[in-house]
């Protein structure tokens, strides 16, 4: 008993001769191992034999980030930048990082300016903030903030898009384009920008704008079947159905799996009064699993109906029945025609 009784003052009498040094190193040591909790203790530890309290505070907060408590986190935070005279930029914008999660959005705005000023180059900084400001609804505040990373980085492509659908938001148009169109000269492999294009051009129902753009990124990319069918839909909502339709025809070529641009063929063929081409793409849909295509095909038998040709349509609703044997509304009509 006398010797575990020594050994164990020995032990206590060893950790108080640690210097607040030692102490720090131990805790950053518990920290890396993700020993979050046992690192506060010794940095708390360490702050009280005269490590430096904005070093010590910071990372007791980073702690708390790491343990999702988030509330101490701010709190500690607030104690580093307190005990920097408000000069520790990286404690600033930790504390808006968490302001951010605590959903407490003007006073995160406000740590990330206080945090700007301290370091103006700080292209994430900028992001950031114009996060904040978007969660607080300042769309023009978000666009200022954007504004500012991309004067910083333009040659970071994310920000060319976060900047373009910033300057949509406040509906600068003119804006949005030209800064795609930068980012595209600055970057010429990066033919979504083109895409990217045609879709700012509908959104202002600019669509033969929209189509050039997505004409000009398919002289790049011929058979990108997404931007075909972009095309295509833009096509129609500028009335061109017919051509709409031969795009169509032509992605199906590429991608026979391509489900939606069959159904969309489908559709436009059988308001154009082409019925055969509507069977057909109807047909490639429901091999390929699209359910949508059973109302295609019902569409098609009810006008065969309304025409007294019901011959066709218990032929069509039974071509569907081929590919959906166990739909039950498909079932019941073709009863009901049988037993006519």
């Known amino acids: 008993m006398i010797k575990m009784i020594f050994v164990l ?27 979050f909790k046992q690192a ?7 702050e009280s034999r005269g490590a430096d309290p904005i070093a010590t505070s910071f990372n ?3 702690s ?23 000069k520790f930029a990286p404690a600033l ?42 969660k607080t609804g300042d769309r023009v505040g978000a666009l200022r903030a954007i504004e500012k990373a991309y004067s910083y980085d333009k040659q970071d492509i994310s920000i060319v898009y976060q900047l373009s659908e910033a300057n949509i938001a406040v509906e600068d148009f003119d804006r949005a384009v ?15 920008f083109l895409v990217y294009l045609g879709d700012v051009y509908r959104l202002k129902k600019e669509y033969e704008q929209s189509a050039g753009a997505y004409r000009e990124a398919l002289s790049v990319r011929s058979d990108d079947v997404n931007t075909l069918y972009k095309l295509a839909d833009v096509l129609v909502e500028d009335g061109k159905q017919f051509v709409a339709m031969d795009i169509l025809n032509n992605i199906l070529q590429i991608d026979p799996k391509f489900t939606d641009a069959a159904i969309f063929l489908g559709n436009l063929a059988y308001d154009a009064k082409f019925l055969d081409r509507a069977e057909f ?6 091999k390929n699993g699209n359910a949508e295509a059973v109302f295609g095909f019902k569409n098609m038998a009810y006008d065969a109906h309304q025409q007294k040709r019901d011959d066709e349509a218990l032929r069509l609703l039974k071509l569907a029945q081929k590919y959906y044997p166990d739909d039950a509304t498909l079932e019941a009509d073709i009863l009901e025609f049988e037993n006519q």
């Not at 708390?64 to 408000?86: H, L, N």
């Not at 968490?98 to 992001?127: M, T």
């Open 281 to 286: 793409a109807y047909e490639l849909a429901a």
């Open 93 to 134: 914008f930790n504390m808006a990082s968490v302001y951010f999660r605590l959903r407490q959005y003007p006073e995160c705005v406000a740590a990330y300016h206080r945090a700007l000023k301290l370091e103006p180059e700080n292209v994430s900084g900028w992001l950031y903030l114009g996060e904040a400001y978007g």
């Open 40 to 46: 506060i203790v010794l940095y708390r530890k360490a």
């Open 64 to 86: 708390y980030y790491q343990i999702e408590k988030y509330p101490e986190a701010a709190a500690t935070y607030r104690k580093a930048v307190d005990y920097s005279s408000g």
């Open 9 to 35: 003052l020995f032990a206590i009498l060893a950790q108080a001769a640690q210097s607040p040094y030692e102490l720090m190193d131990r805790a950053n040591a518990l920290y890396r191992e993700g020993r």
């Open 60 to 62: 007791i907060a980073n």
């Open 178 to 192: 030209a800064v795609v169109r930068e980012g595209y000269t600055a970057h010429p492999e990066e033919v979504d």
